[in-house]
């Protein structure tokens, strides 16, 4: 779909047309300056969806602009945006490889990410992406996901957002890309096997059968499974939870052991209780702690596992945090 960079008549819809240009301009300082390090980026979510899904731009809110990056390429990304004049790391979160960026002058961030939902969520990877990725994004000479990669990225991270809690707009961007002329199911299906997410891909798609009626990801759901999910006692427990209480700690713990392989659940619950050990970090406050501190699955924190059950996927965490 080819969509119309004008902006639409209405304050609204000229204000919508305004952010996503600063939006642009944000991707496209941020990607050159890390080009120029060597470090290569792929723009992803509205910065792309924007111009690819939607006739009218407008119709398309932007909040920020996102970027992936290889986990590889994280510190040296910090290194870069802590030195680059004028700069400012406003959230920094080495458990999950990722960082949010200002730009000075405009007033709109660039979320700087090395993984697809979280860690241990999903195999496919940034550098994978890359390999199939192609260019350009509304004028920006950008790194783009290939349709189905990109697909399977949003479907993970509405997951990640447990669906009901998701923007609206990544919600409607899930649904939109499945509708694509040059999507295909099958291919789809087989990368979302692959990634080890066919359980996710699966939830999504019986949340967009059931919420948004969408008769592609009914098809989707069909392949993977029709009524019965790749993992159903997961899948259970995920909706009950999910619709229930969908800020609760076991809806999020039970969303980190999304991953159809078990071996993927502790490094995931690892990141995990990192994270919550080190909650987002001003940039004020990081001093000479921005460059050193190591992405690795528990900084701060020692977590022992006391069971996940492979079907159920439920776990018994028990942490201990050093300060």
Known sequence: MCADSRPAEGAHARGVWARQVTASRALETVVKRFDRAGIDTLAVKGVVTTHTLYRDTTERPMTDADVRIR????RAAARVARNETGWRIEEWRPAYGAFVLRVPGLDITVDVESVIGAPGMCSLSIGEMLSRATRGAGGVDVRVPELHDHALLM????????LALAAPWALEDARRIVEAEEFDIDLFVDRARRAKVACVAWIVADWMVRKEESATWGRIRQKLGAERAPRPLYAWSFRRLQERA????ATRVLARVAADYPGMWVGALGHAVAMASSRTTRSSALGSDLLTTRFTPASRASCSIAGVASKTARANVTCSVST
């Open 155 to 162: 479907s993970v991270n509405v997951f990640k957002d447990k």
């Open 246 to 249: 969908p800020e609760a700690l």
């Open 71 to 74: 986990p590889g390429d994280f």
